[in-house]
Antibody, heavy 119, light 105 residues
């Protein structure tokens, strides 16, 4: 069965970087785009960007340009999202989500990774 | 950038009642709109894709309609497990609406 398993919770200081992994199983990673979505405490969903695991191409939400990098390792079926220059407003749960192109929606989600930015 | 505006922010209803949630786009998104349900502590779940198609395993009490800029998610008769937050998302630039919380009255 399809599963997306993310790395564990992180606590970071302002200015640091965080790298979250999302390991896919039950399907071929390169066959589906992967998106990253975050959710600040008590807030709504915020789209961050997309990676095409087949070729590695990416597209990021403008507000994260220059701070976010999405990569993939097809040998381990894992995608990564690195966010740098962290500030307190980046405290959130970060999700990876598989895009089912035919549906135009996310059919599988990771369990979420809580990132806390605090001095 | 396309902005999605959901209304109302909160809907207070009793089990068995009908829920009608709205999502309005700042410009046309055609039929490329999805709806998600999120319960506390859980990842969102896809309910509706392409405005009116139920995702796999979604009960028939959930229905979506609309095109262009105005969309509606209807829950025909609320079950206890339907009290949650609902988000719409368009796939032009993938932004979400701010969500509608359906709470027990």
């Amino acid at each position: 069965q399809v599963q997306l398993v993310q790395s564990g919770a992180e606590v970071k200081k302002p200015g640091a970087s965080v790298n979250i992994s999302c390991k896919a199983s039950g399907y071929t990673l390169s066959s589906y785009y992967m998106h990253w979505v975050r959710q600040a405490p008590g807030q709504g969903l915020e789209w961050m960007g997309i990676i095409n695991p087949s070729g590695g191409s990416t597209s990021y939400e403008e507000k994260f340009q220059g701070r976010v990098t999405m990569t993939r390792d097809t040998s381990t079926s894992t995608v990564y999202m690195e966010l740098s220059s962290l500030r307190s407003e980046d405290t959130a749960v970060y999700y990876c989500a598989r895009l089912e192109l035919v549906l135009g929606g996310y059919d599988y989600w990771g369990q979420g990774t809580l990132v806390t930015v605090s001095s | 950038e396309i902005v999605l505006t959901q209304s109302p922010a909160t809907l207070s209803l009793s089990p068995g009642e009908r829920a009608t949630l709205s999502c309005r786009a700042s410009q046309s998104v055609g039929s490329y709109l999805a709806w998600y349900q999120q319960k506390p502590g859980q990842a969102p779940r896809l309910l509706i894709y392409d405005a009116s198609n139920r995702a796999t395993g979604i009960p028939a009490r959930f229905s979506g309609s609309g095109s262009g800029t105005d969309f509606t998610l209807t829950i025909s008769s609320l079950e206890p497990e339907d009290f949650a937050v609902y988000y719409c998302q368009q796939r032009s630039n993938w932004t979400f609406g701010q969500g509608t919380k359906v709470e027990i009255k």
